[in-house]
Structure formats: structure tokens, C-alpha cells
């Protein structure tokens, strides 16, 4: 029977004496999607074992086949804002800052921490794992940063780790939520190995049976060492990678200098090969306002600190939860589930530079 605890935490024994803390985000049936709780959770678990001599890492994982986390419960978020009244921005507000604080505390997290990427993991799931100092992922994954679809940005950091996937590919996700898979993962910089599925009993074993040493360095030496073994005894399992064999292409298209210009050397693409159609579609029906701010946004963070970029995206989050593209891309996808978001404005020529200014500007009085 599985526990119903959002976060699911234990401690593994290691051969020397101390452990290995585990935490399991626990909401399989919800694709592991992320509420303020489990932010809150983790936040605090996390802060607890940084502190604790006897826990030496940390192994990050979700429960159930399917994967990982598909992102935050933005719905949750959006409900609140539907239901109106003064405290409906209050849930969102408290999510993304907890979210974001999470996702720094991991970036700069002072022991190993592996997480291990199945299936789906896309969005505040992406957000989680990205900062983990050694990231494995398994066949059959699936990344993404999807935010186009529900008129939001990719926020969790994304325009710090986004802005580091090589050949420009990064915004090109960014403005199409491209999904890549387990070799792309490995090319972008987001995942450090690949591991079979089949092997992660095998490997979490060996890496209880490390010689932990208790120093964080050290440790993360021999974590990186065995995560490097298990690559190479499995990497012939990989299919190909979309983004090496694209690459010209996403570099030229993540060089426009507009989401304009991106839109339409995305459609000049998909004329020649349709793996292009779905990222090109993406970004034509997509939120027009969140399109231009996102690219933006990458601009804006391609010389900011995680800190800067974590801080621009707090500003970001609270003002798309009061502007109309949000609330309605989450209505659409994912509350009402029609696929027909009627988005405001229409198309990208009519998005001011005042609405844009609007979405940098922080809230009086924070």
C-alpha cells in the first residue's frame, strides 16, 4: 500500500556506519507534481540532513512507472486565483517562493546529491534535479520545460540552466517546450549519466558500499566516479540524440533576435523536416505573452548568478499569477482540459512593451 506522506523519507545504511537520506516525492497518481507541502517537506528535510554528520548524500527519486514529477501543481495554484478574493494570489505566492528556495538549497547543497530521472521530468520536476550534484537518468526519460503551453515561463531556474545547454538549444526550448530525451539530456548538460532502469538496485548498493569519508568534496569525487562506471557499461542502450543531430538547425533558430524570428525559422524548419512541427506548433499556439517574455527573461539572465536568476523568477511568478495568460493556459490544459486557450493578446505583434515591463516589475512592497 503506498504511504500517503506527499514526501516519503528514509535513511539507508551505509558501509561505514552512517546513511544515505532518501527522499521519494509521493504523488504517483498526480505524476508526482509538486505542492507547497512537498516544497515545504523537502525544504526543511533537506536543511536537516545538510546539518547531519551521519548523512553523507542524499538520493532524490519519485514514486510510481511514469516519472520523476511532471512540474508544480500550478493548478492548485490557479484554483486559488479562480476562486477569487483577497487571499486568492496568497497559495501561489507562498509555492513559488518555498519552490524556489528548494531549488537554490539543491544548486548549492554541501553534500552529494543524486537524483534519479525516470520516465517524465518536466517543469518544477526539471526545476528539483537540475541542481543536483550528480543527475542520473534512465531510458525512456523524458525532459522538458513546457511552460509555453500553460502561458507561463520557465521559471525553477531555467534561465540559468537553459541559458548553459550548448548550440542555443536551450531557448529553443524555453519558447516550445521541446521534449528531449535521455542522450539529449547528457548533451544539454542536464543529466551527468545514463543508468538502466534495470540496474538502480545494483547501483544504489555499490553506492551505499562507497568509502564515505564525510567530506563533501571527496565524497561527491567517488559518487561521480561510480555514476561514470555505470554510464559506461550502459551508454550503448542510448538512442540517438535529437539535439546533436539538429544542432545547426537549433542554432540557428535559438540566434534569432526575437521570439518572432524564432517562430518563423521554426516554421521554415518544420517545411524540411517535420521533427520540427511539434516545437514550431508549440510556439505558434502558445501564449504570445509568454513566448515574448520568456525570451526576455533568457536574455535578461545570461550573465545573473542562480541567486539573481531565482530572485527575477520569484518577481516573474507573482506577476503572471495576476496577468490573464496563466490563469487561462492552466484552465484550458489542465483544469477544464478543453486545449482551447483564448489567450490575451492574440498573437505576438500585439504584446506592448508596457504588458512585457509590466511582468519585471516586482509587486509594492516586496
Known amino acids: 500500500m503506498t504511504d500517503e506522506a506527499p514526501v516519503v523519507f528514509e535513511e539507508w545504511p551505509t558501509g561505514g556506519g ?31 540532513w545538510a546539518s547531519d ?28 486565483v479562480r476562486a477569487g478574493g483577497p487571499r486568492r494570489f496568497v497559495y501561489g505566492d507562498s509555492f513559488f ?51 509555453i503551453h500553460i502561458g507561463l515561463f520557465p521559471d525553477v531556474g531555467g534561465g540559468y540552466f537553459l541559458n548553459r545547454v550548448p548550440g542555443h538549444a ?10 528531449i530525451n535521455e542522450a539529449d539530456a547528457i548533451v544539454a548538460g542536464l543529466a551527468d549519466a545514463f543508468v538502466a532502469r534495470e540496474l538502480r538496485d545494483e547501483l544504489i548498493s555499490q553506492l551505499c558500499a562507497l568509502p564515505w569519508t564525510g567530506s563533501g568534496a571527496t565524497d561527491q569525487t567517488a559518487v561521480s566516479r561510480l555514476a561514470a562506471s555505470f554510464h559506461r557499461r550502459c551508454k550503448a542502450g542510448m538512442p540517438g540524440s535529437n539535439l546533436q ?28 523536416d517535420p521533427w520540427f512541427e511539434a516545437p514550431a506548433r508549440s510556439l505558434a499556439q502558445g501564449s504570445p505573452t509568454g513566448a515574448i517574455v520568456s525570451f526576455e527573461y533568457l536574455q535578461r539572465c545570461r ?15 507573482r506577476q ?24 490575451s493578446p492574440t498573437r505576438l505583434d500585439e504584446v506592448s512593451a508596457e504588458l512585457v515591463a509590466a511582468h519585471f516589475s516586482p509587486l509594492a512592497g516586496r
Open 320 to 343: 503572471f499569477q495576476r496577468h490573464h495568460d496563466f490563469s487561462e493556459g492552466v484552465r484550458a490544459l489542465l483544469i477544464d482540459k478543453d486545449r482551447k486557450p483564448v489567450w
Open 170 to 179: 536551450g531557448i529553443v526550448m524555453a519558447l516550445t517546450g521541446l521534449t
Open 245 to 272: 543531430a539538429y544542432a545547426d538547425a537549433l542554432r540557428f533558430i535559438g540566434q534569432q533576435p526575437d521570439a518572432g524570428g524564432m517562430r518563423d525559422a521554426l516554421q521554415l524548419a518544420a517545411n524540411e
Open 97 to 147: 517562493e518555498v519552490e524556489y528556495q528548494l531549488d537554490r538549497m539543491i544548486h548549492e547543497y554541501p553534500k552529494p546529491l543524486i537524483g534519479w530521472i525516470h520516465g517524465v521530468c518536466m517543469g518544477g520536476g526539471l526545476g528539483l534535479v537540475a541542481g543536483a550534484s550528480t543527475r542520473i537518468v534512465t531510458e525512456q526519460a523524458r525532459l522538458a520545460m513546457p511552460e
Open 303 to 317: 550573465r545573473l548568478s542562480l541567486p539573481e536568476v531565482l530572485e527575477l523568477d520569484l518577481v516573474l511568478a
Open 53 to 80: 554528520e551521519d548523512v553523507v548524500a542524499v538520493w532524490l527519486e519519485g514514486a510510481g512507472d511514469k516519472g520523476f514529477s511532471a512540474g508544480g501543481d500550478v493548478a492548485e495554484v490557479i484554483r486559488q
Open 18 to 48: 552512517r546513511k544515505v537520506g532518501v527522499a521519494r516525492l509521493n504523488r504517483p497518481r498526480q505524476l508526482n507534481a509538486i505542492t507547497l507541502r512537498m516544497c515545504e517537506l523537502l525544504r526543511d528535510r533537506l536543511r536537516e
